[in-house]
């Protein structure tokens, strides 16, 4: 089966479950560790676990809920991926990617990724959200490597645009707007699932990286070797290692936590940013 046929059949299992899906036209968002509460803000749902879908894989990490949640915010249809599957847990790039090809393959209007990360840049503080202007790939691998990818777009898709400015601006604005702190910055992502050493921090500070994270990077190119629109968002959940108080440590029940807490702060970014939608959605 082709890749391309491949995600046919997964767009299809999710349109014979809620139909709206149908004919596009929605905001994709993947949520990251402890933001899957999002979807409390959401009405008229439909949730459809990630093991009857056909194509997608199971999550396994603690605080992934593998489901797809279809609802509405303040009028604007959303598809949202609630956990998502890693490099760490031993799925192909491919598997990785596999949900949020389905989102661009249904049409969505643009999608917006989420994460938790640590803040490399001394100003991001924890509970911030940082809006992603760019992302530095450390993982050492690409979802387009091989040839099915050659069917879903170009070879060699540019990068230079890929987190789309106008969107970008509008999440900062609407987040700052509503009180919330918030941020921009440049996402890098490296395979996990140990965290960083402090060397590495300090590697990544100084190649350019504000705050750092295991996911979103074969996302933002699977999603953009498509031609879909892409913004995305860190909830800073943690100073990455070496960068906080002398003698911290890191865990993920904390990152995690964290997220929860900040969940409300991404909610009001989002509607902020429906709120001004006349201005920037493009059906
Ligand atoms: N490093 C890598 N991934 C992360 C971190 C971190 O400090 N925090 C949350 N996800």
Redesign the pocket.
């Known amino acids: 089966m082709t890749l391309r046929t491949e995600l046919q059949r997964s767009a299809r299992s999710i349109i014979e479950r809620d139909s709206r899906v149908a004919t596009g036209n929605f905001l994709g968002i993947v949520l990251g560790?402890g933001l899957g509460g999002f979807v409390e803000s959401l009405s008229n749902v439909v949730e459809i676990p990630y093991t009857e879908i056909d194509g997608f894989s199971k999550t396994t990490v603690a605080g992934h809920n593998g489901t797809v949640c279809v609802g509405e915010i303040d009028g604007t249809l959303c598809v949202v991926l609630r956990g998502r599957v890693h490099l760490y847990e031993g799925h192909s790039p491919d598997s990785v990617v596999h949900g949020v090809r389905t989102l661009v393959q249904l049409g969505a209007t643009a999608v917006i990724v989420t994460?938790?990360?640590?803040?490399v840049r001394s100003d991001l503080g924890v509970g911030h959200l940082m809006v992603i202007d760019d992302h530095i790939n450390l993982t050492g691998s690409n979802p387009l490597i091989g040839t099915a990818s050659k069917e879903l777009g170009p070879r060699f898709p540019d990068m230079s645009h890929a987190w789309d400015p106008q969107l970008s601006g509008v999440l900062f604005e609407a987040s700052a707007a509503a009180g919330v702190p918030t941020a921009r910055g440049v996402y890098a992502g490296?395979p996990?699932p140990s965290?960083?050493t402090p060397a590495e921090?300090r590697m990544i500070g100084i190649l350019g990286g504000d705050a750092?994270?295991?996911s979103t990077v074969f996302e933002a190119i699977a999603i953009r070797h498509m031609g879909g629109r892409l913004a995305g968002v860190s909830v800073i959940?943690?100073?990455?290692?070496g960068t906080g108080e002398p003698g911290s440590t890191?865990d993920?029940e904390h990152?995690s936590d964290v997220a929860v807490a900040a969940t409300e702060r991404f909610t009001k970014m989002i509607r902020g940013a429906l709120a001004t939608r006349d201005q920037w959605w493009e059906e």
Do not use: D
């Not at 994460?115 to 803040?119: C, E, Q, S």
């Not at 959940?237 to 290692?241: C, D, F, Q, R, Y």
């Open positions: 560790s994460n938790a990360a640590g803040g490296v996990g965290y960083e921090v750092v994270g295991m959940s943690n100073a990455a290692a890191l993920h990152v």
